[in-house]
């Protein structure tokens, strides 16, 4: 059974830092590119970060841009992003993704976790 499974979400005030965590099973993900996306309450799942299966490129949103960082340890079968210089509206819960192809969709999703933000 593949899952991605998200760790690392809670509460935090307003420039304080958080590293979440995603781990992945049921099968080799060492060749996906892996990203995290978020969804704020009343809002769309939006993009934040992905990384290249191999670790050499990495592409942020302008939103988080400087302030979050993306990385993995295939070796672990693992994948973090830390999140530095929090704000209110980073709030959201955040998910886990695998792609297969190196462009399009998503197709392993993880069940998300959540991260607050206090101002």
């Known amino acids: 059974q593949v899952q991605l499974v998200e760790s690392g979400g809670g509460y935090v005030q307003a420039g304080g830092s958080l590293r979440l965590s995603c781990a992945t099973s049921?099968?080799?993900?060492?060749?996906?590119?892996m990203g995290w996306f978020r969804q704020a309450l009343g809002q769309e799942r939006e993009f934040v970060a992905v990384?290249?299966?191999?670790?050499?490129?990495?592409h942020y949103a302008d939103s988080v841009k400087g302030r979050f960082t993306i990385s993995r340890d295939n070796a672990k079968s693992a994948t973090y992003l830390q999140m530095n210089g929090l704000k209110p509206e980073d709030t959201a819960v955040y998910y886990c993704?695998?792609?297969?192809?190196?462009?399009?969709?998503?197709?392993?999703w993880g069940q998300g976790t959540q991260v607050t933000v206090s101002s």
């Open positions: 993704a695998a792609r297969i192809g190196r462009s399009g969709p998503f197709d392993y």
């Open positions: 049921g099968r080799t993900f060492s060749r996906d590119d």
């Open positions: 990384v290249k299966w191999d670790g050499t490129y990495t």
